[in-house]
């Protein structure tokens, strides 16, 4: 009986000093940091920005949802910020003004931690952040900071249910945010090394590695896929006539186009000059021109503004299916699309062909196969 007084009496006391109540706040802390340092391990995994922004919001949901939650992003390669918003963790189409992001790196260039709101219109002159950067309820601004600087910044928004963020949770989400500024500066320049500066589409080489993969995939499986290849009619008439930078402009609004019209799965690249050429993954032959005549109407119907003029263009197309038959080859799946490419300029450009193998080149490259 006198050893349980005893540790009852130690009990009584380690409760009453406090050491009861520090000893669960550890143990929270330290189930918290286990939580983050599994996440972090995931989150490094990937590799491109789109995938690691959507482990964040997943990760995110387990905690809170915030009404707003905008990742804006300077790349390092280009002038155009890059945004990504969310309302109630869901994509949505908002977009902050971009001055604002120069206020805010220019606070945390010489403050750096992250700031609540309250603090930072204490930090600014009077009226900086006008309405229409309240009106997404910001509560906490945070800085991305990779080598060479600070390249981005996350706001999060007030939370769907009126409370205030936890120490906890803002401590998750700083820890979560300086992972996620190394891991999104690699992807960012891993995204650089494999896309062309001008448009913003694949580079030649990405794509046709990723040709070879569709066509190892193809006769593993028996699917097919398909590419197409474009070339913008009578492109040297038109830099002749309004000049190299407007010839640019055309290219970054087809490449717009193309961007919009494929598939997440798919990969459009710019092939070199005015051509360009997309694969399409896990098609038919009806599908593939589908989408090619969906591509090829979607740019009849541009109109580029180049000074009182609205400047309009068109492209011709070639389409080849890609299939797991031995002896194929990307390089000759890219010729026969080329083939396929000079039949619709012969035949007065503004249209798509598809390419058909005959009987006699099928059966030679059936030969030269075994």
């Given at each position: 009986?006198?050893?349980?007084?005893?540790?009852?009496?130690?009990?009584?006391?380690?409760?009453?000093?406090?050491?009861?109540?520090t000893?669960?706040?550890?143990?929270?802390?330290?189930?918290?940091?286990?939580?983050?340092?599994?996440?972090?391990?995931?989150?490094?995994?990937?590799?491109?920005?789109?995938?690691?922004?959507?482990f964040?919001?997943?990760?995110l949901?387990?905690?809170?949802?915030?009404?707003?939650?905008?990742?804006?992003?300077?790349?390092?390669?280009?002038?155009?910020?890059?945004?990504?918003?969310?309302?109630?963790?869901?994509?949505?189409?908002?977009?902050?003004?971009?001055a604002?992001?120069?206020?805010?790196?220019?606070h945390f260039?010489?403050?750096?931690?992250?700031?609540?709101?309250?603090?930072?219109?204490?930090?600014?002159?009077?009226?900086?952040?006008?309405p229409?950067?309240?009106?997404?309820?910001?509560?906490?601004?945070?800085?991305?900071?990779?080598?060479?600087?600070?390249?981005?910044?996350?706001?999060?928004?007030?939370?769907?249910?009126?409370?205030?963020?936890t120490?906890?949770?803002?401590?998750?989400?700083?820890?979560?945010?300086?992972?996620?500024?190394?891991?999104?500066?690699?992807?960012?320049?891993y995204e650089?090394?494999?896309?062309d500066?001008?448009?913003g589409?694949y580079?030649?080489?990405?794509?046709?590695?990723?040709?070879?993969?569709a066509?190892?995939?193809?006769?593993?499986?028996?699917?097919?896929?398909?590419?197409l290849m474009?070339?913008?009619?009578?492109?040297?008439?038109?830099?002749?006539?309004?000049?190299?930078?407007?010839?640019?402009?055309?290219?970054?609004?087809?490449?717009?186009?193309?961007?919009?019209?494929?598939?997440?799965?798919?990969?459009?690249?710019?092939?070199?000059?005015?051509?360009?050429?997309?694969?399409?993954?896990?098609?038919?032959?009806?599908?593939?021109?589908?989408?090619?005549?969906?591509?090829?109407?979607?740019?009849?119907?541009?109109?580029?503004?180049?000074?009182?003029?609205?400047?309009?263009?068109?492209?011709?197309?070639?389409?080849?299916?890609?299939?797991?038959?031995?002896?194929?080859?990307?390089?000759?799946?890219?010729?026969?699309?080329?083939?396929?490419?000079?039949?619709?300029?012969?035949?007065?450009?503004?249209?798509?062909?598809?390419?058909?193998?005959g009987?006699?080149?099928r059966?030679?490259?059936?030969?030269?196969s075994?």
């Amino acid at each position: 009986m006198q050893l349980s007084a005893d540790v009852l009496a130690q009990f009584n006391h380690l409760e009453r000093s406090g050491a009861l109540e520090t000893l669960d706040d550890l143990r929270k802390e330290n189930r918290s940091l286990e939580r983050i340092i599994t996440d972090a391990t995931l989150l490094v995994s990937y590799t491109d920005v789109e995938a690691m922004l959507g482990f964040i919001i997943s990760q995110l949901l387990d905690y809170f949802i915030p009404r707003f939650l905008v990742f804006v992003i300077q790349p390092p390669r280009g002038k155009h910020i890059r945004q990504f918003c969310y309302r109630n963790l869901k994509k949505a189409d908002d977009t902050l003004d971009e001055a604002y992001y120069e206020i805010l790196r220019t606070h945390f260039e010489t403050s750096p931690g992250s700031i609540s709101l309250a603090n930072l219109q204490k930090a600014l002159p009077p009226d900086t952040l006008g309405p229409d950067f309240l009106q997404f309820e910001p509560e906490i601004i945070f800085p991305m900071f990779g080598i060479g600087g600070m390249y981005g910044t996350v706001i999060l928004g007030s939370k769907i249910v009126d409370q205030k963020y936890t120490e906890q949770e803002r401590k998750y989400v700083d820890r979560m945010i300086r992972f996620l500024s190394v891991s999104m500066q690699n992807g960012l320049h891993y995204e650089s090394s494999i896309t062309d500066p001008k448009t913003g589409l694949y580079t030649h080489d990405y794509y046709m590695h990723r040709l070879e993969e569709a066509l190892a995939h193809n006769r593993r499986h028996g699917t097919r896929s398909g590419i197409l290849m474009l070339d913008v009619d009578h492109f040297k008439r038109f830099n002749d006539a309004w000049g190299h930078v407007t010839g640019d402009e055309v290219l970054l609004a087809l490449s717009r186009v193309l961007v919009k019209t494929v598939r997440t799965e798919d990969c459009a690249a710019r092939f070199g000059g005015e051509e360009f050429s997309i694969l399409v993954t896990e098609c038919t032959p009806e599908k593939l021109m589908q989408v090619a005549e969906r591509i090829r109407t979607a740019i009849e119907s541009l109109r580029i503004p180049c000074g009182d003029h609205q400047l309009s263009v068109t492209v011709s197309i070639g389409a080849r299916m890609v299939d797991g038959l031995p002896g194929i080859s990307p390089m000759i799946l890219i010729g026969d699309a080329d083939k396929a490419l000079y039949r619709s300029k012969g035949s007065g450009r503004n249209r798509s062909t598809l390419y058909v193998q005959g009987l006699l080149e099928r059966a030679f490259i059936l030969r030269n196969s075994r």
